[in-house]
């Protein structure tokens, strides 16, 4: 299945800018791929102000964020991975989520051993072979 993630980054901020509250996502500016303006980076992190008036072409699409927004006055274009968000909440109450951290894929074994036949899902069945 897909990440829930975005789903619910979705579902939270229609949430938040409904109750007329301010949406806030806080990022790893660390992972790879994430374009952030790095002199508001702080401990590898950043807080980003995600409000329909703070930003411009918002997209939470399902594998990142990406916006418009204005940085001391600059336009600047951001991108964040999905899996690089680490949570969204509201700035007047905190209320929000924060997000486990994404299991990196599994590698194959250094060693020249094949890996296990994964077992099938579903009903056991049998076949008659001649």
């Not at 702080?42 to 703070?54: E, F, H, M, R, Y």
Request: proline share 12%; aromatic share 8%; charged share 20%.
């Amino acid at each position: 299945m897909t990440p829930s993630r975005p789903y619910i980054m979705r579902a939270l901020y229609e949430w938040i800018v409904d109750n007329g509250c301010t949406p806030y996502i806080l990022v790893d500016a660390t992972l790879e791929h994430v374009s952030v303006p790095e002199q508001y980076v702080k401990d590898g992190q950043i807080v980003l102000n995600i409000s329909p008036t703070a930003v411009m072409d918002l997209n939470i699409a399902n594998e990142s964020v990406a916006f418009n927004g204005r940085f001391g006055g600059v336009a600047t274009d951001i991108f964040v991975p999905v899996k690089a968000v680490i949570g969204i909440y509201a700035r007047e109450n905190g209320q929000g989520m924060v997000f486990e951290p994404e299991d990196e894929p599994e590698s194959t074994p250094p060693d020249d051993t094949p890996p296990e036949p994964s077992k099938p899902e579903g009903r056991p069945s049998l076949k008659i072979v001649k």
